[in-house]
């Protein structure tokens, strides 16, 4: 079925390296969640993306982490010089109505820092 | 500060056994509150959205009703197939359209 894709499904890396992880949402949808989820943790917000609009980054932990949305659709989310903590579940999600209403999730990125 | 809290942490139930999962939130204002299933290993599968106190939605063994402070999942006759963890996010009307979740219910349903 036609839905959010991430890639890849699992990452492992060495710690100070960088690392890209990509979002492929469901086409249309023009809102774009990124999420993390640690072990045993809630979902923690990253950030947001809505059409063309500034995208709401309050959510992430430090200035190593960076995303960007191309041509409304893909986005990629980066992060710089990864330390152990920075290992979890990284989850896409996107939305039809800007975001208003539910999100769709895909089945995430397992990252392990090492 | 927006938070939502669930409870219990983890349930386990006899298949057949009927109960509540809860989950109270703390918003400025409220969107919408949802929730969400999920297995281990998979992202969060999408269940209900409700948007007002009073508002009730079903789904097979699944019922999730909302008042002005917490939102009740309640399960009716579960089957082992049921177990996962149960989610709940809000959107308050205040900011971003982002999603503030709590930190789940641990489901096992036993044969």
């Known amino acids: 079925g036609a839905g959010v894709s991430q890639s890849p499904s699992n990452k492992v890396t060495e710690k100070g390296k960088d690392v890209e992880l990509r979002c492929d949402p469901i086409s249309g949808h023009t809102a774009l969640y990124w999420y993390r989820q640690s072990l045993g943790q809630g979902l923690e917000f990253l950030i947001y993306f809505q059409g063309n609009s500034a995208p709401d980054k309050s959510g992430l932990p430090s200035d190593r982490f960076s995303a960007e949305r191309t041509g409304g659709s893909v986005s990629t989310l980066t992060i710089q010089r990864t330390q152990q903590e920075d290992s979890a579940v990284y989850l896409c999600?996107?939305?039809?109505?800007?975001?208003?209403?539910?999100?769709?999730f895909g089945q995430g990125t397992r990252l392990t820092v090492v | 500060e927006d938070q939502v809290t669930q409870s219990p942490e983890a349930l386990r139930l006899q298949e057949g056994e009927s109960s509540s999962l809860n989950c109270s939130y703390t918003v400025s204002g409220l969107r919408g509150l949802f929730w969400y299933r999920q297995d281990p290993g998979k992202g969060p599968e999408f269940l209900f959205t409700l948007y007002s106190a009073g508002e009730e939605k079903e789904k097979e063994r699944l019922k999730a009703t909302l008042t002005k402070k917490e939102s009740f999942l309640h399960i009716t006759a579960p089957k082992p197939e049921d177990s996962a963890t149960y989610l709940c996010?809000?959107?308050?009307?205040?900011?971003?359209?982002?999603?503030?979740f709590g930190t789940g219910t641990r489901l096992k349903v036993l044969a």
């Open positions: 999600a996107s939305s039809p109505t800007g975001g208003q209403g539910e999100a769709f």
């Open positions: 996010a809000v959107q308050a009307t205040s900011g971003t359209y982002k999603y503030i």
